[in-house]
């Protein structure tokens, strides 16, 4: 018995060491992306760039995914864009997601009962992401593309801008 205590004792004192470690999501100092955030972007070139409110929800995952939706994702009606985020420095971070896009039927799809849209490609996100200090907010540049319901590149890409918060009980 005596030869057990010191590692029944050292094995719970790893366990409660590992289980009170350093988890910075609950001790205050944010240093990953994980969590709830609203964004305001703007684009600076191609389709986007006349879009002067738009704003975007993430939510970022613990395991590396991510969901976007915009305050434009009813005109036309398009789902939540879902994707992948990684660390890529410190307090640097990338993530790309991709959305589906819809599109009004030609005359002769007017027939295909679609609630009157059908498929019109889609669009790829690529944003690299500055969180700050307090990892309560992060700046961000957007590169967009577009592309068709075959898979080819498409006018419309562009480039923008992004600052968000981390959302936040008050």
């Not at 470690?21 to 969590?35: F, H, I, P, V």
């Not at 992948?84 to 959305?99: D, I, L």
């Not at 679609?114 to 957007?142: C, M, R």
């Amino acid at each position: 018995m005596r030869k057990l205590l010191p590692i029944v004792v050292g094995t719970f004192l790893l366990a409660t060491f590992v289980s009170c470690g350093n988890d910075r999501e609950t001790s205050g100092a944010k240093s990953t992306l994980a969590g709830a955030w609203k964004s305001r972007i703007q684009f600076q070139s191609g389709s986007l760039a006349s879009v002067k409110d738009l704003e975007f929800m993430y939510v970022f995952n613990k395991g590396g995914t991510m969901t976007e939706s915009s305050n434009y994702d009813a005109a036309p009606p398009v789902p939540p864009a879902y994707g992948v985020w990684r660390s890529v420095g410190s307090n640097q971070f990338e993530a790309r997601y991709e959305f589906y896009m819809t599109r009004k039927p030609a005359p002769e799809e007017a027939a295909i009962p679609t609630d009157g849209w059908l498929p019109g490609g889609h669009g790829v996100l690529t944003e690299k992401i500055n969180l700050s200090a307090d990892g309560n907010s992060f700046s961000s540049g957007i590169q967009y593309e577009v592309f068709d319901p075959s898979g080819k590149r498409s006018p419309g890409g562009g480039t923008g801008t992004g600052n968000a918060a981390r959302l936040t009980f008050k």
